[in-house]
C-alpha cells in the first residue's frame, strides 16, 4: 500500500465511531428500583430532619421533595454499600442552606420536635416544658442547634453526622455538648422564673374569693 492510500485507511479507520458497550437493561431496571426502595424508606426521616430544620411542615414537604428529586438525579453518584441516609440528608442540608441564603434568614424551629433533642443525665431528668425547650433552640447557634438535631433527632452516630455536616467528629460533640448544656441552664432558668412568679394555693383561692365576692353584689 502506497503511503497516499496508507493516509487515507487510517483516517477511514479513525473516523469510525468507537461502538458503545451494550448496556444491561435488566440489571439497570434493578438497580433504579432498588434505589427506589431506598428512597421511599428514607421519606418519613428526610420529612422529619427537613421539618426540624425550617420549622414548617410546608415548607419541610417542599424541602423533601426537593431533596429526592435531586438523589434521583443524582442517583449514579451514589456508591453502593455506603450510607444512603447520610448521602441523602447532606443533599438536604445542602439545598436547605441553599435555600437560606437566597431567604436571607433561618426558619424558627418546629416545637414538635424539641423534645426529642435534649438528652439529659439520669439525675437531671424530670418534665420540661415543650414552649420553654423550643424558645431555648431558637436562641442556640445554628451550627449547635443543627448537630443537635442530627445526633438527638435524626439517630446518627457523630461520625455519619460529621460527614453530613461536613467537620470532624471531635466538632459535633463538642457541638452537641454546648447545645445540651445551655438548653439545661436555659430551661432550669425559665422553670426558676415561673415558680416563683406563680402565686401560692392559698394566694390563689385568696384572690378568687375576693373576685367573688367583688362580683356578688349581696356580699357588700
Sequence with gaps: MTGERLHFARR?????????????????????????SKLVLVIPPLRAFARGL?????????LAQEALAKAWAARAS????????????????????SWCRKQRRV???????????????????????????????????????????LVGAGGFAYEEAAQIIGCAVGTVKSRVARGRAFLRDFVDSRQRDLSQARPTSAEASQAILGELRRLDPNSH
Excluded at 21 to 31: F, G, I, K, S, T
Excluded at 54 to 62: H, K, N, P, Q, V
Excluded at 122 to 149: F, K, S, T
Design 12 to 36: 477511514g479507520l479513525a473516523a469510525v465511531p468507537a461502538k458503545a458497550p451494550e448496556v444491561d437493561v435488566e440489571q439497570a431496571r434493578a438497580l433504579a428500583a432498588e434505589f427506589a
Design 54 to 62: 425550617c420549622g414548617r411542615a410546608d415548607l419541610a414537604d417542599d
Design 78 to 97: 451514589y456508591l453502593p454499600n455506603t450510607n444512603f441516609k447520610a448521602w441523602i440528608f447532606t443533599i438536604l442540608r445542602n439545598h436547605y442552606y
Design 107 to 149: 426558619a424558627p424551629w418546629d416545637p414538635d420536635a424539641a423534645d426529642k433533642l435534649l438528652v439529659c443525665e439520669p439525675a437531671q431528668q424530670g418534665h420540661m416544658a415543650l414552649a420553654e425547650l423550643a424558645a431555648g433552640l431558637q436562641a442556640l447557634p445554628d451550627q449547635q442547634r443543627e448537630a443537635l438535631i
